[in-house]
């Protein structure tokens, strides 16, 4: 339908695909942050960096994955109302698992005082 049509929203999103090129683009770009992520598994780096360092890497890449690949950058506002609950919810969860697990020590501690049981 051409811009000037008759019953054209301007403001409607856009539902094509993108260019070649910047699949291309986006593709070799996964690949980089690939190598990046084998990489920094084999540098010596300190214990409470290694977690952080995948995290970032791996947002990174699920970022131009869902932006590129499953075409939210063209969606509407319901498709970006879907995704930022999303990462909410997984916010969430994510930060529930690693408050658990950040606490097993303190619960040993409350439970055997005198460290009997280790």
Known sequence: MAADAPGHDPAAPRHGH???RAYVLVWL???LLT???VAAAYVPLDERLRLP???VIAV???TLVVIVFMH???GGRLVW???LAAILFLGIML???LADYWSRPLDLEIRDPAGRSR
């Open 35 to 37: 190598a990046t992520t």
């Open 53 to 55: 360092v995948a995290l």
């Open 72 to 74: 939210a950058r063209d």
């Open 81 to 83: 109302a879907t995704i």
């Open 95 to 97: 930060g529930q698992t």
């Open 60 to 62: 990174t890449k699920a």
């Open 18 to 20: 993108g260019s070649p």
């Open 29 to 31: 770009a996964l690949l």
